[in-house]
């Protein structure tokens, strides 16, 4: 395990009265693509912007590398930012654009150059050093944002939804080249998006936000597989999520039909919310399903169909491989460890409930 | 038929064009080129150098300069102050600075002669106080004075306006890179609002250079700027020749002056014309 360079402590913000983060503790290891992923008005921004200096928190304190940097301008800060609208400066070359942190750090005019010259090749835009930043295309600029940051030799760098304003293609390219980059680079980088592919494909660690909280903490694997609770199950990929009734360990009731699944210690008879991915629903003969219904809908997504199917009053979203044309009669199976049991919140600001990391 | 169409569209403005700007610089230009009984010469023009219209134009500028300069001045740090504002407080601002600008131009010169004059309200408010009074009235101060009071809000807009389109992010990114505040303001925001300090430089000098009714009514026949003569020579003298080849002296200068600055500030953006 590497050692923790960034510690948020019980930050709290909010503004006009708006609670945006309470309580809020995190910790970012030295070489981790950490992404803070949750709807907008989550607070990730807001956290990145307190990294970064931006915001200053109304309580608690952000350490840096073991030393309290809470009250740091963002220019007395070891991070660089990398902006969701790039923010070049429209004023300056792109080579100018690049030297400009180390012109402020006072660096020899070859070291200067050697240091465009790298970050240009490391961005793939060898040669652009003269050109102006109105010729270049959204997905360059963002790559001069990124060169224009690491040139500077940050030991963090942060992505405020640094891809959400190209196409698909080129957002699926600039995923690459980060990952990429940040092996080369060997250094920490803090990204935020509301985007879960980009979060699953790219981190090694993903914070799921929302309302001001932190949901889970965990692997790609982690959160995808096993969320913690109904919203985060919700926020990554789709899901079914059905009320149930947790009859005793290893046996749910949905929907009027027993399931068999590997939950245990929810007690006996108590509602519970039950996940199900659309890919883990099983679509078989009729006679052989635990549940019998209708195709209402068929959609071709390339890989994959997506179907629904009501079945017990519930329209099931499936994802499967083999064509049900609509109007189809067709059974639903679904394997017991596919079954995702998760506790009922409360109320409804529950959703938001604080999970101790 | 869409050509022609377009053709048609624009009629109106070509008849303005030929109408009140071709024709009239042609005029001027015929004039300033003949005698009154209509020979070819160059005296109208080559008059500039008689010791008293040398005299006024150097005055025009000395006055139009330090106008341009007091209104840069004035409206720089006003514009950033305005930028930084919030939403709601700041257009009630810019509104307020337009305001002047909703009332006669020579109302207003009135207005600041009423004023500033030896028994005007300032001094008897200076009097009440037991300080001494101004005698300001009938001084170049006093048109310098009032130029800046009218030019003033066509220096603030474009600044602000240029001020206002840089994006927050930009800021912060120079700020993430290291900048200090000095730095963000030297590297970035001047160099971002040299368009519009160069637009608002043109709005003020030039009809600063030009002026002549503020000098006639705030000078009391004292201040005699370049505007002023030629003034006089077309309404008092008749002198439609003289007035015309002075004309076209100004007219070199402001022409100069306009694309000196135009080429100064191309790196920062479009200038004004």
Same mark, same amino acid.
């Given at each position: 395990m590497s050692k923790r360079l960034i510690d948020l402590q019980h930050i709290t913000k909010s503004y006009d009265k708006q609670m945006v983060l309470d309580d809020l503790n995190l910790y970012i290891r030295e070489n981790e693509f950490l992404t803070l992923l949750g709807p907008s008005g989550c607070g990730k921004t807001t956290t990145l912007r307190i990294i970064g200096g931006f915001e200053m928190p109304d309580a608690g304190n952000v350490i840096f590398d073991g030393k309290d940097i809470t009250g740091l301008a963002p220019n007395e800060r070891q991070v660089n930012t990398v902006f969701q609208k790039y923010a070049l400066f429209p004023h300056m070359s792109i080579a100018e654009n690049i030297a400009f942190g180390l012109k402020i750090r006072k660096k020899s005019k070859s070291y200067i150059n050697d240091k465009i010259k790298y970050a240009l090749k490391l961005v793939n835009l060898d040669g652009f050093e003269k050109r102006s930043v109105d010729s270049l295309s959204g997905g360059q600029q963002q790559r001069i944002a990124i060169a224009r940051a690491i040139v500077n030799e940050p030991k963090?760098?942060?992505? *405020?939804?640094?891809?959400?304003?190209? *196409?698909?293609?080129?957002?699926q390219d600039m995923q690459y080249e980060l990952i990429r980059l940040k092996n080369e680079l060997g250094i920490t980088f803090i990204y935020v998006t509301h985007d879960q592919e980009e979060a699953l494909t790219m981190s090694d660690t993903i914070v799921v936000m929302n309302q001001g909280y932190i949901q889970q903490i965990g692997t790609p694997e982690d959160i995808y597989n096993e969320p913690t609770n109904a919203f985060v199950a919700d926020f990554i990929g789709e899901s079914n999520i059905i009320d149930g009734t947790m009859l005793e360990d290893r046996l749910v009731e949905v929907l009027g039909v027993k399931f068999p699944c590997v939950d245990e210690g929810f007690g006996k008879n108590r509602p519970v919310d039950v996940v199900i991915r659309p890919e883990d629903v099983e679509l078989v003969a009729p006679e052989q399903g635990v549940m019998e219904g209708d195709v209402t809908s068929l959609i071709f997504k390339g890989?994959?169909?997506?179907? *629904?199917?009501?079945?017990?009053?519930?329209?099931?979203?499936v994802q499967t491989t083999q064509m049900h044309p609509v109007g189809a009669h067709v059974g639903i199976r679904v394997a017991p460890f596919n079954i995702q049991i998760m506790n009922k919140p409360e109320s409804s600001d529950e959703r938001a409930v604080e999970i101790d990391a | 038929m869409r050509n022609l169409k377009r053709q048609l569209l624009a009629g109106p403005y070509l008849i303005w064009m030929v109408g009140f700007v071709l024709l009239p610089v042609g005029m001027i230009l015929y004039y300033a080129l003949t005698t009154t009984s209509g020979q070819f010469t160059t005296f109208n023009i080559t008059s500039i150098t008689a010791s008293v219209h040398l005299k006024a134009l150097f005055l025009s500028l000395k006055l139009a300069l330090a106008c341009t300069l007091i209104c840069l001045g004035l409206s720089y740090p006003l514009a950033m102050i305005l930028n930084n504002m919030n939403g709601k407080r700041h257009g009630l601002i810019v509104f307020i600075f337009i305001l002047p600008m909703w009332m006669n131009f020579m109302l207003r010169i009135l207005a600041w002669k009423m004023l500033l004059s030896n028994n005007g309200v300032i001094n008897t408010v200076l009097g009440y106080f037991g300080l001494p009074g101004l005698d300001v009235l009938n001084t170049p101060s006093a048109v310098v004075f009032c130029m800046v009071y009218d030019f003033l809000p066509f220096m603030i807009l474009p600044i602000y306006n240029a001020m206002s389109r840089i994006e927050k992010d930009v800021i912060e990114a120079a700020k993430d890179l290291g900048a200090g505040s000095l730095t963000v303001f030297f590297k970035v925001i001047l160099p971002l609002t040299m368009s519009g300090v160069v637009s608002g430089i043109i709005m003020v000098f030039v009809p600063a250079l030009t002026s002549f009714a503020i000098s006639d009514l705030l000078g009391g026949g004292k201040v005699l700027l370049i505007g002023n003569v030629i003034e006089q020579a077309f309404m008092q003298e008749y002198n439609w020749n003289l007035g015309s080849g002075l004309s076209l002296v100004l007219m070199v200068f402001v022409i100069v002056s306009m694309a000196l600055m135009n080429s100064h500030g191309e790196e920062g953006g479009a200038g004004i014309c």
């Open positions: 963090v760098l942060l992505l *405020d939804e640094p891809l959400g304003a190209l *196409d698909l293609k080129l957002r890989v994959h169909w997506e179907i *629904d199917v009501m079945a017990n009053g519930y329209e099931w979203m | -």
